[in-house]
């Protein structure tokens, strides 16, 4: 990196934390010589980006700094903060762990350890698309959403896909499974591949009791172990990352928040 772009990077994640900061604090802390600090600051307030106080002296980011992180969502934010999480579970056990999301009517691969696996059969690219109710991830977060926001889902899939239709018929016995993935604080799903028969646990990532954000979830072969054992093996690891990941995301949406008071 440009020595001198990586400093004015510096500066800004610095005063991204900040209220507000002199020149010479951010030569303090980020480590360069206040002259080369105060060409920064000139270049940053002339391109709009901070301003100096009139009154104080002190240096503050202005609006025009978020035009910086426009087409950057929740989404991508969370996925960027959860692969460390997700890389810890699958150093402990080897096997492929998958954060994923909605995105209207789909589920929606937003970051995974399928590279770091050893045990991944299978590889799944980031953005790839997969049906909602035939994946332990996509069954977990409908789950784990308001009612009513799960019924326009359901409704949605049967009018794009007649093979969904049958399934959703039988609301009640599919709002049963939706109860019991609460009950048990997770969802789990089997599939025939061709290479091996694979089982998927998921767990929510849950900002409050009714916002489901997302799913952790973990694959596995289905003939290394019976499913309890699958389960209290690998449900405190998962439930680990997704309240870590949670975390993480109050903690953006809270500096979001302050941004704009």
């Given at each position: ?247 993480r995301i109050k903690l953006h ?9």
């Amino acid at each position: 990196m440009i020595r001198s772009l990586g400093r004015g990077l510096d500066v800004l994640s610095l005063l991204n934390k900040r209220d507000s900061a002199s020149a010479a604090e951010l030569a303090r802390d980020v480590g360069a010589p206040r002259a080369t600090v105060y060409r920064i600051l000139d270049t940053l307030r002339d391109k709009g980006y901070i301003y100096q106080h009139a009154s104080d002296g002190r240096f503050r980011m202005t609006l025009k700094v978020r035009t910086l992180s426009d087409g950057f969502t929740d989404e991508d934010h969370m996925a960027n903060v959860s692969h460390p999480y997700l890389s810890r579970i699958t150093k402990k056990f080897s096997w492929p762990v998958t954060l994923a999301t909605i995105s209207g009517i789909d589920l929606i691969v937003r970051e995974n350890t399928d590279q770091e696996s050893p045990l991944a059969n299978e590889r799944f690219t980031i953005g790839y698309r997969m049906p909602l109710l035939r994946t332990a991830s996509g069954r977990c977060i409908l789950a784990y959403m308001p009612k009513t926001r799960r019924k326009v889902i359901l409704e949605m899939l049967a009018k794009g896909d007649s093979k969904y239709q049958q399934i959703i018929d039988q609301r009640g016995t599919l709002e049963k499974a939706f109860k019991k993935i609460c009950a048990d604080g997770y969802s789990i799903n089997h599939r025939s591949r061709r290479l091996s028969d694979l089982t998927a646990i998921s767990v929510p990532i849950l900002t409050a009791p009714d916002i489901v954000r997302g799913a952790v979830t973990i694959r596995y072969a289905r003939t290394v172990m019976k499913s309890t054992e699958a389960v209290n093996l690998f449900l405190p690891d998962l439930q680990g990352a997704a309240g870590r990941i949670s975390h993480r995301i109050k903690l953006h949406i809270e500096r979001q928040q302050g941004r704009e008071v």
